[in-house]
């Protein structure tokens, strides 16, 4: 360490280039979230109250691109005590608003998908005023503005160090480990099995009408159904496991910490939890708004022959089969998940193509 930094109170430039990773994961984060705004902004197809969901998950993932990363950048680069406290407990707080603000925008994402698949009528009864969900939207925002500022009823942010308040610190981030780590897992698997349930009912029942239909399918090609389920459940187990990965050590760590006179924990895994839970901002909109099927038509990811796109770009398409969209589905389910204004679910397995 340089005598110019230790006057300065801050890192030298040898820091920043060592430290490079967390500026060009912010520079990502910030252009693939806009993308997602802009193209909603400008693009009328969009403009539906499902992607205005998406919109807010969005702005919650492009703020840890403009303020979380940056501050947290800060925090680590600062030298003297004084000088980073009030950077890292801003840090602290705002990382806290974020990872609750995200973690309920997914749920809320998930769940309206897991409603328009599983249970279609009582969908259209709790969707017809659209009002209900800018009340959920402004509910999340201050649901995770509550959370993150619970800690200033006992934290000073020009004081670090205090340890005074250390099992105060404790179960608050053994509550929040429960409410939004914990639970939130045990929601997405219900509504991940869930529809993947119905998606299975939806394959198999579309597979038999194929069939039924003259030149659909040679003589000779197997059946494609076990492998569409396949890719259904590939889907739904890395949102999954990309939640659980991303967020785990963050609120782990967390509570580690606390015990930091007892566990001693490692600063690589410090740093390898810091990227993990800036890169969930950066992997959300590509599962959850790219893989939607009026995204890709879009922004131009055409998934099928271009004669077909009245048929829907992104969804699953047979080159031998050019009238897909003309199959009759007798079935409700079916007929919803092939639904030109909805195809969430169909888009998501297409993507495995």
């Known amino acids: 360490m ?5 006057l300065t109170g801050w890192k030298g430039e040898e820091y920043v280039i060592k430290e490079v990773h967390f500026i060009i994961l912010a520079l990502l984060i910030v252009a693939v979230n806009s993308c997602v705004i802009v193209t909603v902004w400008r693009k009328r197809i969009l403009h539906k109250w499902q992607n205005y969901l998406l919109v807010s998950l969005a702005l919650s993932d492009l703020s840890t691109g403009l303020v979380g990363l940056p501050i947290s950048f800060i925090c680590s ?16 707080i705002f990382t806290k608003f974020i990872s609750v603000s995200t973690i309920l925008h997914l749920l809320i994402v998930t769940y309206e998908r897991f409603m328009f698949i599983v249970y279609p009528f009582h969908y259209e009864r709790i969707t017809a005023k659209h009002v209900r969900f800018m009340l959920i939207l402004a509910v999340t925002w201050f649901i995770s503005l509550a959370v993150a500022s619970v800690p200033f009823a006992w934290m000073n942010p020009s004081k ?6 250390a099992k105060t610190w404790l179960y608050y981030n053994v509550i929040t480990v429960i409410l939004f780590l914990l639970i939130p897992m045990i929601l997405f698997i219900y509504a991940y099995v869930s529809m993947f349930l119905v998606a299975r009912v939806h394959i198999r029942r579309q597979e038999r009408l194929l069939t039924r239909l003259p030149e659909s399918r040679s003589p000779a090609e197997p059946n494609m159904a076990p492998r569409k389920e396949a890719r259904v459940a590939v889907i739904f187990i890395l949102m999954w496991t990309t939640f659980v990965i991303c967020w785990g050590p963050y609120f782990a760590l967390a509570i580690i910490d606390e015990w930091k006179e007892k566990v001693i924990v490692p600063e ?3 740093q390898a939890a810091d990227v993990l839970r800036f890169l969930t901002s950066l992997l959300n909109p590509l599962l959850y708004s790219f893989l939607k099927k009026d995204f890709c038509q879009a922004l131009g990811m055409s998934c099928c022959v271009q004669q077909s796109a009245s048929c829907g770009c992104c969804l699953p398409y047979d080159k031998r089969f050019n009238r897909r969209c003309e199959v009759p589905l007798h079935s409700n389910v079916a007929q919803r998940l092939s639904d030109n204004g909805h195809a969430a679910l169909m888009t998501q397995t297409s993507t495995v193509h």
């Not at 670090?160 to 308040?165: D, L, P, S």
Request: hydrophobic share 30%; net charge positive; aromatic share 14%.
């Open 160 to 165: 670090c160090g205090e340890t005074k308040n």
């Open 77 to 92: 680069f600062a030298i003297s005590p004084n000088t980073a406290c009030p950077f890292c407990s801003v840090a602290y």
């Open 268 to 270: 690589k895994l410090w």
């Open 2 to 6: 340089s005598n110019n930094s230790s």
